[in-house]
């Protein structure tokens, strides 16, 4: 066989020219660039503000007002929930028989219609006296007699009026107790923990679940009165959020600021409200800052506003 030499091999041209190609447009694309804010070039976490620990804005743990047993558990931990809806119930069968039964009371008009008739009569027995009274054929006892009667039985048919209004009043009270077995959601949240079972025997005292919401969430921080002097509720703050190696940042403002300065550390409370639409958990170690970042910072704030961040540390 013989080999020819010097000859170039017209497929690996081709092959090299295409790869050519790709690297060029993937160029022009930014496919091929480097992210533009490096690990290495940030300073660290704690430089970026004052420390604090994050917490739910809202945060319930609830019970029963009254000793009793647990009939149902409806959600369980981690179970996003709406206010209002139903979490834990209690026995509530004999509560419930209650509110049947004076139900059947408050509509009952019995008493009413029998005290009308009462009246009716007595009336009529009144005008009667009275006509035979004018007529010369009865004594004026009789008339008086008559006439009590008729004011007697106009008083019984208003005392049973004002009973049948009890009987309402009476029947809203059971409804409220018996509403009162059920522990409801107080907000939009997320079920954090329950702390009970089916069947279990709960005193007045006793928790049985906690509701909290972590969007938003609340950071307090001690800062320098000094720097507080300037800061009001509604302005802007920077949260860096740090979970384990990675970094965030959280879109906050300044909820309110404490009226009493801690003489000791010479601090004040500054509560700041961060936007949390990730949901990430309360009880984060968080920096914040009031001042609009730099250097760095800035890039990691700038390409938060673009993508979101998420960096190594």
Partial sequence: MVRQRGRSNPRLGWESCM?????AVAAA???GA??????DDLPR?????????????????MGFSFPTSVLEVLVSDGDVVTMGAPLVRADDREAHSAVVLQTIRAQSRIDVLAEEKALELAEVELSATKTAFEGGGGSSIELDRAQLGADTAKLRLEASQQRFQEQQVQLEQLQIRFEKHTVNAPFDGVVESVIVAVGDTVRDSDPVVRVVSVDPLWIDVATPTEQTMGLKAGDPAWCLVRIGDDLRLMNATIEGISPVADSVTGARRVRVEASNPELLPAGLTV????????DAWAELSAKRGQDGVSSDG
């Fill in 45 to 61: 976490p704690e430089t970026f503000g004052i420390k604090g620990v994050t917490r739910p804005s809202q945060d319930a743990v």
């Fill in 29 to 31: 694309m930014g496919l």
């Fill in 34 to 39: 480097q992210p533009t804010v490096s690990v």
């Fill in 19 to 23: 790869k050519m190609i790709v690297l």
């Fill in 287 to 294: 920096f914040v800052r009031f001042a609009e970042p730099g």
